[in-house]
């Protein structure tokens, strides 16, 4: 027992180990992009010599796809997580979007990875390499969400249609770095301009 509790451990410290390098690999990536970073700028934000990241990864590609892989596990937690269906619609997607703007704003610099990310990038295959790498994943989830969470009743469009339109808003959002929008502000604005759009109450068709 004492043996397992300690391989446990090692295991755990390990784990932790992987995510502060990808997560200091993010800002080489975001910054250089991957074909220009190299393993030893890697290292040096990670505080590790080269050769000992070796431990945790065989390669730079092996790196930038874990990291990849690891946001897309985050960002599919964030779909997975219940939800009160007694809930106004725009509350329950507000609810959303707001964990996934707090996702958003603390790995901004996995974010613009995913989506600036090149042909040459190395990405999991279910990413689709080049400009907005993460849209379509983003959109599927979010498809799967709304057919979960949502009555048809409730929407005055295709299900398929209203994912595509929340996406594109919500997705713009999640990718922009110079954004001043708290993720409270940010899931709410997303929120207001996929259900009522960008036209101010009064645009000049009353009475039409």
């Known amino acids: 027992m004492v043996i397992r ?8 410290a390990r784990e932790h180990t992987r995510r502060d390098i990808l997560l200091a690999a993010a800002e080489v990536f975001a ?3 991957y074909a220009a970073a190299t393993l030893a700028e890697l290292a040096e934000a990670s505080g590790f010599a080269a050769p000992s990241l070796y431990r945790y990864f065989a ?3 092996e790196i930038f796809r874990s990291l990849v892989e690891l946001l897309v596990e985050e960002m599919q937690a964030t779909f997975d997580e219940p939800i009160d269906r007694s809930l106004p619609l725009s509350v329950r997607i507000e609810t959303l979007l707001r964990v996934q703007a707090r996702l958003a704003e603390s790995r901004r610099a996995a974010f613009r ?6 042909t040459d990038a190395p990405l999991p295959p279910v990413l689709k390499p080049g400009p907005r790498a993460g849209l379509a ?3 599927s989830r979010l498809l799967e969400w709304l057919r979960r969470n949502t009555a048809p009743s409730e929407l005055r469009v295709p299900v398929e249609l209203a994912a595509r339109t929340l996406a594109g808003v919500a997705y713009a959002f999640h990718s922009c770095d110079d954004s001043d929008l708290s993720p409270v502000d940010s899931a709410r604005t997303v929120v207001d301009l996929a259900l009522n759009g960008i036209a101010a109450p009064n645009d000049g068709r009353r009475g039409a």
């Open 59 to 61: 390669s730079k590609e």
């Open 137 to 139: 994943f983003f959109e």
């Open 113 to 118: 990875l995913v989506h600036d990310a090149g």
């Open 5 to 12: 509790s300690s391989d446990a451990r090692r295991e755990r």
């Open 31 to 33: 910054a250089r992009g």
